[in-house]
């Protein structure tokens, strides 16, 4: 018998996550997921007048994957198994899944961010979701149980996916890092990995995203550790103060408004994305923000500013979209005058974010920091850890699981070659039991 794995998306490039394989007559669909440049140079985040996706719109920008590769495979599909909330992994199924006669199985907290973009796009949507709680196995079929492993992301309820089928494990592991002192909820799942490599994987796909990148991953313990360091200064107490960082990112959110109460401010939660992430956590019991205030609509984040300058910005933290400096986002708006807040010499914006390396992600930040400059506006950066798992990471986790056989996923080409040598060091030959691929292609594991 054989395993046949095909790229889809995300192989030789940076998003548009999606991967297949087929274990005898069974074919599972892993990730289904945007190219986020192309998909934010399609539409920008925080649509003031909402303009209806559609497939073919996505498909003209190459925004979603190109999934014909496995047309012949359609009608053997037996699920869509996503990983995490992510756009780039998941963004892509309110346009997509309808192709295929398969339910979609992923976390609560996934489920609700995807159910909340099919209403919210007014989609018609009739693939069937079934939540599955990380540390919970799901029997898909007569040959093939479906289990999610816990790990640590920035965003909640990220899996290790695992299918349990007749020809052996196999393992999916993209976009997660080991973070073994989080701020919320557990630590990794490592007595099941070591459970999982005793009974031998055979496959896995694992995200290859930092792997040039040496060392550890921080934890978010060091970022709330920095981020009271910033916002208890008592040089800051006086200032208007803006945070901006990744909306899917709850962890932080929760950090960041905790220490707001700390500072005895009133914190603000402006903008779409930001709404609809911390609504998904409230409504899946991951965490609460009682006492502040949210804003999905851009009238209501009018109304809200317009009250934060009566009452003096000192009273209140502003955590905002825009950390990319998207210009439809709440802080450029703020930054171009369109909305009602006006900067003052010394206001403190702090981006709790990196700036994710795409040409338009850097064009955007350059713009929006040169405004903010010439407001004379203090502004802070890079208060920030990765949700990526570094080299070390990634070379501790194969470790652990011992699979017979791997291929990177989720890297350009600069990615990959970086984990080949990874790969090398840990005794894997290329060619062999290691696959470097790019989308299109195929690789049949006897």
């Given at each position: 018998m054989v395993i046949t794995f095909k790229a889809v998306g995300g192989f030789g490039e940076i998003g548009r996550n999606m991967s297949a394989v087929k274990v005898n007559d069974e074919v599972f669909v892993l990730d289904m997921g945007l190219h986020m440049p192309n998909y934010i140079a399609l539409t920008e985040e925080e649509r003031e007048e909402f303009v209806p996706l559609s497939e073919s719109r996505l498909k003209k920008a190459d925004a979603i994957p190109q999934d014909k590769q496995i047309e012949d495979w359609r009608t053997d599909v037996k699920a869509i198994i996503l990983t995490h909330?992510?756009?780039?992994?998941?963004?892509?199924?309110?346009?997509?899944?309808?192709?295929?006669?398969?339910?979609?199985?992923?976390?609560?907290?996934?489920?609700?961010?995807?159910?909340?973009?099919?209403?919210?796009?007014?989609?018609?949507?009739?693939?069937?979701?079934?939540?599955?709680?990380?540390?919970?196995?799901?029997?898909?079929?007569?040959?093939?149980?479906?289990?999610?492993?816990?790990?640590?992301?920035?965003?909640?309820?990220?899996?290790?996916?695992?299918?349990?089928?007749?020809?052996?494990?196999?393992?999916?592991?993209?976009?997660?890092?080991?973070?073994?002192?989080?701020?919320?909820?557990?630590?990794?799942?490592?007595?099941?990995?070591?459970?999982?490599?005793?009974?031998?994987?055979?496959?896995?796909?694992?995200?290859?995203?930092y792997s040039c990148k040496k060392g550890h991953t921080g934890s978010e313990t060091d970022v709330k550790k920095q981020l009271k360091e910033i916002l208890l200064n008592p040089d800051n107490e006086n200032k208007g103060i803006i945070v901006t960082t990744f909306a899917s990112h709850i962890e932080r959110l929760k950090n960041i408004a905790d220490i707001g109460k700390l500072m005895n401010r009133k914190v603000y939660f402006l903008g779409r994305s930001i709404a609809k992430y911390s609504f998904a956590a409230q409504d899946c019991d991951i965490t609460n923000f009682d006492g502040i205030v949210i804003s999905k609509f851009a009238k209501q984040t009018r109304r809200y500013l317009k009250q934060v300058m009566q009452k003096g910005k000192e009273k209140s933290l502003l955590v905002v979209t825009g950390h990319q400096g998207e210009p439809k986002a709440t802080l450029s708006k703020m930054a171009n005058k369109k909305l009602p807040f006006v900067f003052d010499k010394n206001d403190l914006v702090i981006f709790s974010s990196s700036v994710i390396p795409a040409e338009i992600n850097e064009e955007n930040r350059e713009i929006l920091e040169e405004k903010l400059n010439k407001l004379d506006v203090k502004i802070i950066k890079d208060v920030h850890v990765s949700g990526h798992s570094f080299r070390e990471d990634i070379e501790k986790f194969i470790k652990i699981i011992k699979p017979k056989y791997l291929i990177p996923a989720h890297g350009d080409e600069e990615k990959t070659l970086c984990m080949s040598g990874v790969m090398e060091e840990l005794g894997f030959n290329l060619g062999e039991n290691s696959f470097i691929v790019i989308n299109g292609q195929v690789v049949n594991i006897d």
């Open positions: 909330a992510h756009l780039d992994h998941m963004g892509a199924v309110p346009w997509l899944a309808h192709r295929y006669n398969a339910p979609i199985v992923c976390s609560p907290f996934t489920a609700n961010v995807l159910r909340t973009i099919i209403r919210d796009e007014g989609i018609d949507f009739e693939n069937k979701i079934i939540e599955l709680k990380p540390g919970k196995q799901f029997k898909i079929s007569q040959d093939t149980k479906i289990e999610f492993v816990h790990t640590t992301h920035s965003t909640p309820q990220t899996v290790i996916v695992v299918l349990h089928t007749k020809e052996g494990i196999i393992m999916y592991g993209n976009d997660y890092r080991l973070d073994d002192t989080p701020t919320l909820g557990p630590a990794p799942d490592y007595k099941r990995m070591k459970e999982l490599s005793k009974k031998g994987v055979k496959l896995l796909i694992q995200d290859c995203l």
